[in-house]
C-alpha cells in the first residue's frame, strides 16, 4: 500500500546557510553553529585540502571549489560562505565568488578576508594588530590583501606555523595573550586573528573587556557577514562587539 503525505517547508522553510569547510579544518564547523541561530539550517560541504599551508595548496583549492559548491543544497540558501581566510587571499575572493557561483548562481557568496574587512568598516577600525598562525609568505600575501584594502598594520605577530593539525590545537590562551600584546601597540584601533583552524571564539569576550578594542576572527566576521547577507539575527551566545551591532541594526 502507497502511503499518502504532505509536504511543508523543511528545516530550511526561512532558507538556510551553506559553508564551505576545508578538509583538514576542525574548528569552523563548531564555532560557527555558536553563531548561527538554532532556527537557521547550516548545510556543510567539505573541500579537498593539503594538510600543511603554502601558497600551492591554497592555490590548489581553485580546482576544486566548483564541484564542493555543488554539493550544498543550492534552492534553500540565503548566503554561502567558503571558510579559508588564506585560501580567499591567494585565490582572491572575486574568483572564490565566481567559482561557487557557477554551482550555486545567484546565491550570495563571501569569504573571510572580505568579510573581516567590511567588518573592520562597520566597526570604524583602520589600525589594526594582526596575528596568524602562517608561514611568513602566506602572512606577507593577507597582509598586503589587507593594506590594499586600505587597513594599516599597526602590529603584527605570527605563531609560524603550515600544519593544519596543530593550528587546530593552538590552545586560546595562547591565542589570547598573543592577541592582547598587539592590542597594547601604540595606535591599534582592533585586533584581526586569522585562520579558520584557529581557536577564538571562547576568548572574544575576554579579549574585548581587557583590552578594551574590538576583537575579530575569521570565523567572527565569517559568521557575521553571513548573517549579514541572510537576513538572520546572531544566536544569543554569539560574542563580541561586532555581532552586538548586527543584532542592533
Known sequence: MRAEFETDGGFAATGALGLIVLATDETLEP??????????????????????????????MAGE???S????????????????????TVIGPERVASLVGAALPGVPV??????????????????????TPYRPEVSAAMRAALEAAGIEIA????????????????????????????????????????CTNLRTLG??????????RPFLSSNLAL??????LAGFQPAAGAPGRL?????AG
Open 110 to 131: 563571501t569569504e573571510p578576508l572580505s568579510a573581516v574587512i567590511a567588518a573592520l568598516r562597520a566597526l570604524g577600525a583602520r589600525r589594526i594588530g594582526f596575528l
Open 155 to 194: 602590529a603584527f605577530a605570527s605563531f609560524e606555523e603550515e600544519r593544519e593539525a596543530t593550528v587546530a590545537r593552538i590552545a586560546e590562551a595562547s591565542t589570547l595573550e598573543a592577541a592582547l600584546r598587539l592590542a597594547a601597540a601604540p595606535g591599534v584601533e582592533a585586533v584581526f586573528a586569522s
Open 203 to 212: 576568548i572574544v569576550e575576554a579579549m574585548e573587556a581587557e583590552s578594551g
Open 31 to 60: 564555532e560557527m553553529r555558536r553563531m548561527i541561530p538554532e532556527d537557521a539550517p547550516l548545510y556543510h560541504s567539505r573541500i579537498p585540502s593539503a594538510p600543511t599551508v603554502t601558497k600551492q595548496t591554497l592555490a590548489a
Open 243 to 247: 555581532m552586538q551591532g548586527l543584532r
Open 65 to 67: 571549489m566548483t564541484a
Open 69 to 88: 559548491a555543488a554539493l550544498l543544497p543550492a534552492p534553500v540558501l540565503r548566503a554561502v560562505g567558503y571558510g579559508c581566510t588564506s585560501g580567499a
Open 223 to 228: 559568521g557575521w557577514r553571513m548573517l549579514s
